[in-house]
C-alpha cells in the first residue's frame, strides 16, 4: 500500500517562491498518477495541479496556470509541485494524493493521501 508524505510548505512572502515535494513510501510513486488540492477553511478542496503516470500529461487549474510546474522526480521517489510568483490567494493546506489512473483532476478518483503541509503567503 502506497503511502503519501507532503513537505516544502513555509510562510512566504508575496512573489516568492516554494517547492513541495510529495514522497512515496511502500510503493513506486511512478505507477501512479499524482495529484495536488489546496484546502483553506470552509471551502471545499481544490484542484492545484496533476500529472500522469508516465509524466506526460501535467494539469493545471486555471488559478495557478504559468506559475505552478509539477515534475516527477523518479530518482527520490517523489511528486513536486514548485510554486513560483506567489500571491496570498495561494495560502491553503496543499495535500497530495495518488489515482491508478492515467491522470484525473477528480478528487473522488484518487485512493490515497497525504497528511498535508501548511502554505501561507504574506501580503
Known amino acids: 500500500q502506497v503511502q503519501l508524505v507532503e513537505s516544502g510548505g513555509g510562510l512566504v512572502e508575496a512573489g516568492g517562491s516554494l517547492r513541495l515535494s510529495c514522497a512515496a513510501s511502500?510503493?513506486?510513486?511512478?505507477?501512479?498518477?499524482i495529484g495536488w488540492f489546496r484546502q483553506t477553511p470552509g471551502k471545499e478542496r481544490d484542484f492545484v495541479a496533476a500529472v500522469s503516470r508516465d509524466g506526460g500529461v501535467t494539469l493545471f487549474a486555471d488559478s495557478v496556470k504559468g506559475r505552478f510546474t509539477i515534475s516527477r522526480e523518479n530518482a527520490r521517489n517523489t511528486v513536486d509541485l514548485q510554486m513560483n510568483s506567489l500571491k496570498p490567494e495561494d495560502t491553503a493546506l496543499y495535500y497530495c494524493?495518488?489515482?491508478?489512473?492515467?491522470?484525473?483532476?477528480?478528487?473522488?478518483?484518487?485512493?490515497?493521501w497525504g497528511q498535508g503541509t501548511q502554505v501561507t503567503v504574506s501580503s
Open positions: 511502500g510503493r513506486t510513486i511512478s505507477s501512479y498518477s
Open positions: 494524493a495518488a489515482a491508478s489512473v492515467y491522470y484525473t483532476r477528480l478528487s473522488n478518483e484518487y485512493h490515497t
